[in-house]
């Protein structure tokens, strides 16, 4: 069974830092591309970043320079270091992961950035 544990989301003031993190089972993690992904209500779901299974990173141009993404394939585990957020960063953030022609979800974690 292919399970996807989201953990790390929370309200932070603007400029502040938050970790997402999602530990995956039921795959063999080394070999799927991971990723963030975030939804905001009535819009539609936007990729944020992606680590493939040569740690080559891509991330939207509105998180570069602020957001990292990494991967522990011992832990199967992937990381979202976020800083200096905004408030236009709040979202519910999604954990994937792919391998064509298979693609799993986790459940999201709530982002809020707010004074």
């Known amino acids: 069974q292919v399970q996807f544990v989201e953990s790390g989301g929370g309200l932070v003031e603007p400029g502040g830092s938050l970790r997402l993190s999602c530990a995956a089972s039921?795959?063999?993690?080394?070999?799927?591309?991971m990723g963030w992904y975030r939804q905001e209500p009535g819009k539609q779901r936007e990729l944020v970043a992606t680590?493939?299974?040569?740690?080559?990173?891509y991330y939207v141009d509105s998180v570069k320079g602020r957001f990292t993404i990494s991967r522990d394939n011992a832990k199967n585990t992937t990381y979202l270091q976020m800083n200096s957020l905004k408030p236009e960063d709040t979202a519910l953030y999604y954990c994937n992961a792919f391998n064509l022609p298979r693609m799993y979800w986790g459940q999201g974690t709530q982002v809020t950035v707010s004074s």
């Open positions: 039921g795959i063999i993690f080394r070999e799927y591309t």
């Open positions: 680590i493939n299974r040569g740690e080559n990173t």
